[in-house]
């Protein structure tokens, strides 16, 4: 099933030592969640009420892990929200019964929609009916958290918007049909099936992106009943129901393809991403309707970026790259000695940085897999071999998604764990990045703790798990 990946050891004694005890019994891994649970972080701790990218960064201007000299790109993911991490992080928040504290960070985002600035970003696409579509016109999906005002950034990201709006109309109980319509409008405006968008990595524009696309066909399925059953006009439904049609071709014929699934169309030789992985989470699965063939053929393809203590976005991936943070601060000081205001080096140039073998290892996308396997599981006969199979994968990924854990101690006790962005390479040796606290990783190890926790409430299933974690231990 899995690649042959030799997997890392625990960052936090103690997390391992809570694991090794609790893993022979469903009452053992009860009690390790209610300690993880009480040390991992809470997302409504932000700023301004908003859920940040990240609670914190280590280190004050480059003293942390990396070294690095006063990287403001660092720092920002402490003061900024994102809409994609906002809206995932509602999402799996609700989807492991926290309503309350999902439910409160999708409010939050959404009255910063609602704000007549960032309103007639929308309003200025749908009346030219996409014309123009680019990072200073996008709707904006990154703001300053204590402000709310848009930041300067590539803000053509389809896939944030589709994750808002499916967050919004999945949570708020009474949702606003006319906020609504605004969005669909918007989405048939920019034709987001065939629009070049930067995607999950705020990268080259592409287009026809499977993740973009699948985020905004799966928001369009929930936002359809709301404006259809709200009394808007004929032609907002009209165009919501073109929009919808034209982003299922793509995803269905993706998803068939027998080739494999890939998120870029050919020319693109890039096939596994991992942002492919995000239409596995619970909410968007559901309404993209997904099979267990086509949940496979996402796995299959992912299962090839798994590395030992994380998963990469993608192969060659030079962002956060071996000795990331030296290099671009290097760079950095060359900009402003030229008087250039940007923070982000071309593409072009961060790929001469690449080494190869050395690309970041992410921590969230352990989750998703994990996900997949108990779903295997569930399907699969109780006593069968094939039973067997899916527990070790899922025991090894939960091990896996543990080990990624860092811990802060105060004396001999432990006071907090840490879940970093991702792994890296530092003068030689992989260590976790300065971004620390990521929610997105959070939220979703907070709803693969609950979903493991499902699964061992079934007494057959709770003893080929346990059986399978007590061969790991």
């Known amino acids: 099933m899995s690649a042959a990946v030799i997997d890392a050891g ?54 942390g892990n990396e070294g690095a000299q006063g990287d403001e790109i660092t720092q920002e993911y402490a003061t900024c929200v994102w809409t994609r991490d906002a809206a995932l992080v509602a999402m799996a928040l609700v989807e492991a019964g926290d309503v309350e504290e999902g439910t409160g960070a999708i409010t939050a985002l959404a009255e910063l929609y609602k704000r007549p600035d960032h309103v007639e970003f ?26 709310g005002d848009r930041n300067e950034w590539m803000h053509e990201q389809l896939d944030a918007i589709g994750l808002f709006l499916l967050a919004y109309c999945e949570i708020i109980k009474s949702p606003d049909v006319v906020f609504v319509a605004r969005f669909v409008q918007y989405l048939h405006a920019v034709r987001y099936w065939d629009v070049e968008d930067r995607g999950h990595w705020e990268e080259a524009p592409e287009s026809s992106r499977l993740s973009s696309v699948g ?8 936002a359809m009943p709301i404006i259809e059953q709200g009394g808007c006009p004929s032609a907002t439904i009209a165009d919501g129901k073109e929009a919808l049609a034209e982003g299922w071709k793509i995803v269905k014929a993706r998803l068939a393809d027998p080739a494999g699934v ?38 299959t393809s992912s299962l090839r970026l798994r590395r030992s203590i994380g998963v990469l976005r993608y192969e060659d991936d030079s962002y956060y790259n071996a000795d990331y943070q030296t290099n671009l601060c290097a760079w950095l000081d060359k900009a402003k000695a030229a008087g250039s205001p940007d923070l982000h080096p071309p593409l072009a140039t961060r790929d001469s940085w690449n080494k190869p073998g050395c690309e970041a290892e992410w921590t969230m996308f352990e989750n998703l897999l994990l996900m997949h396997f108990l779903s295997e599981l569930r399907l699969a006969g109780k006593d069968s071999a094939e039973a067997k199979t899916f527990a070790a994968e899922a025991a090894r990924s939960l091990r896996r998604i543990l080990a990624a854990i860092e811990e802060e101690k105060e004396g001999d006790e432990v006071v907090r764990l840490h879940i970093h962005e991702s792994y890296v390479v530092v003068a030689g040796k992989r260590q976790p990045n300065d971004v620390r606290d990521l929610m997105w990783a959070v939220a979703y190890t907070r709803l693969v703790l609950q979903k493991y926790a499902e699964e061992l409430e079934d007494p057959e299933t709770a003893a080929v798990l346990t059986a399978a974690s007590a061969a790991l231990v």
């Not at 936090?12 to 972080?41: N, Y």
């Open 10 to 63: 625990f960052q936090s004694k103690a997390v391992e030592a809570k694991w090794r005890e609790a893993m022979h019994s469903a009452a053992g891994f009860s009690a390790l969640r209610a300690w993880l649970e009480e040390k991992l972080p809470r997302a409504q701790r932000g700023v301004g009420g908003h859920v940040v990218a990240a609670l914190s960064v280590v280190g004050e201007k480059g003293t």
């Open 122 to 147: 929308f309003d200025n696409l749908i009346e030219s009916k996409g014309e123009g579509h680019s990072s200073k016109t996008a709707a904006p999906i990154k703001f300053h958290a204590e402000t």
């Open 215 to 222: 985020c905004c066909v799966a928001a369009l399925t929930a």
């Open 262 to 299: 890939r998120e870029l169309p050919a020319p693109s030789t890039r096939d596994a991403d991992s942002a492919m992985l995000t239409l596995l989470l619970p909410p968007l699965a559901r309404r993209l309707e997904l099979n267990q063939d086509e949940k496979r053929a996402l796995i």
